[in-house]
């Protein structure tokens, strides 16, 4: 810690990210990455693109990408805001629509980094609690302050709203932002984008790193009505005009045009994921019903962190979050076949052992 910080960063508490080892090769089912390869097109638009034009700077404006986007989510280019991953969108929305307009709502059980965005920007927040099954109490969000934030399908519940109940939030908050992270919903979840042009304060957030494998291109965007995207684009060219490089630009537009490869390998995760949730069933665990690429899983005996810290020495590498409610469950994300088969067998063992 340094005297010369700005004296507001003493109490931030970081977002710490889900482990990337070095050590040695684990199955790794913590950070929800997708256990498929990104499309050929994708790559073959990253080579083409790595040339003499990197001499010169990203188009500001993602315009080729943009409209690719725009395609796929049946919007137009002026709906459409990309950034650099999710994260860098939710934090410029945090930015553009939550700042200094009072109290933000969101869910006790949620994405970890939203209470740490309100942090950085000096926003107070009205935690409101998941239900006992862990559903989101859709009316508790009706009229707030400065806005709400929440995720469809929820994370780590996995737990998915119908989009018809997202419209019911936006709708009773007529005065602020809705922001709707559906960063997992290709896996299972109804989209609230066709809703958009209903509400024109119904912002949804959206990420290429889960369902189309690019988790290290970095790629995000928001969808919503052309006034909130302005907002968000007055954020962006205030801190950095380039915030995705050509490469990452190139990479993306094809994976929008490929949108049936990133179909085909959602739909096998989402199978996988039902057949393991069956699997882990007959072990004694008892799951949320997660629409997205992890299950959230509770065991009848066994705790949770011995579960992780066991799995871990069998180079098997989970997700377990010491916080209140839900320090009882694991989250495990969903890998082939052949991940999740290696899972059982190890879990079958240490269950055995205890
Ligand atoms: C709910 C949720 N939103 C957003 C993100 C961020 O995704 P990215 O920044 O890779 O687009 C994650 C990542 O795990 C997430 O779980």
Redesign the pocket.
Known sequence: MSSLWSPDLFDIDEYVPGEQPKDKKYIKLN??ENPYPPSERVLEAIIAAAGDGLRLYPDPNCSELTEAAALACGVKPEQVFMGN????V?AMCFRAFFTGRGVLRMPDI??S?YPVYAKLYGINCDIVALSDDLSIPVEKFFNSQAGVVI?NPN?PTGIALPAAEIGRIAENNPGCVVLC?E??VDFGAESAVPLISKYNNLLI?R????SASL?GL???WAIGDEKLIKGLNKVKNSINSYTLDSLAQAGAAAAFKDSSYISACCAKVAQTREHTSERLKKLGFELTDSKSNFVFARHSTASAETLFSALRQNGVLVRYFKTPRISDRLRISVGTEEDMDILIAVLERILESL
């Open positions: 950070t929800n991953g999710s994260d860098e939710l949620s994405y980094f995720a994370a992270d960063a997992y957030v990420t290429l790193s889960k988790a970095r790629i995000g």
